[in-house]
């Protein structure tokens, strides 16, 4: 049995078990730059994609400017969903470089885990060595922070010490620009997808980028033994607290 346990804890899980996904970018185009194969590999499975942004561009572009409410990025975001399946969460409204501490944005992320009911919330690592960006950092320390508290019928804490009745335990946090993946997902049916997703960020694309992601995308397929592919750090929520096993590294 506790062989068993061992294995279990080390495991990495699987991709093709996901049937409801809940993807957390930190900007309006991160989702699709480091997981928009992803999602559409998710999609083409029959599972339930949705997106949550955490920043966006409202003190450069006042949403009043197109009279609909939103800002330019957020209308960019929304495209670049439509064009993958991919269901809007909504937008947390916080500022680029935010000053929000990273515990401030998972108390807003808590609640959207709790009406969605995810199987599996991905977002950016916040371990990635060489990561300088302060909304990066936080929104992947903050994704974390809320997998944990969605659980606890106590967070975020409420007057009088009430209980929240709607508590969710996510089975798989996985992770996008890490350099530590543990899994690859099989990109190459879902290449052109992802690269017209990207290119729906018009304020934001330049040729470098398209080149970086098409060279990085063969890179990581080298690695996983298939024409284009994504990197991902899964976790169980087993792995999640306290227990030293590591997750296997990808092959």
């Known amino acids: 049995m506790m062989e068993r346990l061992a294995v279990e804890l080390a495991a990495v899980p699987k991709l093709e078990t996901v ?9 309006p185009d991160d989702n699709e730059i480091g997981a928009g194969g992803t999602m559409a590999y998710l999609l083409s499975r029959g599972a339930e994609v949705f997106g949550l942004t955490v920043t966006d561009d409202r003190l450069d572009c006042p ?3 197109y009279g609909d409410g ?3 990025r957020q209308r960019e975001a929304l495209d670049a969903m439509a064009r993958l ?4 969460a909504g937008f947390l409204g916080f500022a680029d470089k935010t000053d929000a501490t990273a515990e401030q944005i998972a108390e807003k992320i808590v609640p959207v885990i ?3 009911r995810p199987d599996a919330v991905f977002s950016v690592d916040p371990t990635l060595t060489n990561e300088c960006h302060r909304d990066h950092i936080k929104t992947g320390w903050a994704v974390r922070y809320a997998v944990m508290d969605a659980v606890c019928d ?5 007057p009088d010490n009430a209980r929240h009745t709607d508590p969710w335990q996510v089975g798989i946090l996985g992770q996008y620009f890490t350099a530590e993946p543990n899994a690859y997902a099989d990109i190459g049916a879902f290449w052109d997808a992802k690269l017209d997703a990207v290119k729906r960020h018009r304020s934001q694309v330049e040729p470098t980028l ?9 890179w990581f397929g080298q690695k996983a033994g298939v024409k284009r592919a994504e990197a991902l750090k899964l976790y169980s929520f087993l792995q999640l607290h306290c227990f030293n096993l590591p997750v296997e590294p990808a092959k």
């Open 19 to 27: 049937r409801r996904a809940l993807f957390i970018q930190p900007h």
């Open 63 to 65: 949403p009043d400017q």
């Open 70 to 72: 939103l800002s330019l």
């Open 85 to 88: 399946g991919v269901q809007s």
């Open 114 to 116: 709790r009406r969605l």
């Open 154 to 158: 106590f967070c975020p804490r409420l």
């Open 210 to 218: 398209l080149l970086a992601l098409d060279a990085q995308s063969r």
